[in-house]
């Protein structure tokens, strides 16, 4: 996520990096679908406290990500940045991005997605901040990287570049990670509904804040989206 404008969650570099700032001001996101009862009783309840979600990683591991277009996996290496290695291992492990929506999809720049679908847990992750690490790797394509709003302000909301975007390495994303299978499935998501409101006809993050996937499904049916994502060996 960029910014507010993901620029909600991250402003869009300039418009690409103005686009990838976080305002998480317009954030408190929505539903949770797609899980068995009593397991989302118990991710909600793990998700609600983020105070306790802050296990350390494994100096590397691997997310798979399955979406609504396929498999997608995702190395992470801690040493790129651990604060933010730390913080996706937690959200992934716990269900964070378990039917996440990939609500901003610029075509030729990034993908962001990490507002949860329950407005209720995204509430409790608002202000959840993580402290910044140096930039060590370039967002490369294929790259994926924290949306930010500001100096420490790294929450849940990523982007995973579609392009080589190095002009955004001076402005302080410090990717983690790279997708090393389904770069392919990313570069399908679904794009047609372009920028978020209000500079574009996508959705608004204040809206998938307040209402959540229950307003994205209703208003922007053809976006793609995570289906269950978790550590594997």
Known sequence: MLANQPATQAKSPASSAMSIRASWAMLVPALLFGVVATAAFGQAGNLGNPAALTEKAPATYKARFDTSKGAVVIDVRRDWAPNGADRFYNLVKNGFYDDNRFFRVISSFMVQFGVN????????WRNARIKDDPVKQSNKRGFITFATSGPDSRTSQVFINFADNGGLDSQGFAPFGQVTAGMNLVDALYSGYGE??????????????????AYLMKDFPNLDYVRKAAIVK
């Open 117 to 124: 679908g329950d407005p209720k847990i995204s509430a409790q």
């Open 196 to 213: 978020g409101a209000p500079r574009g006809r996508g959705p608004d993050q204040g809206r998938i804040q307040t209402e959540g996937n």
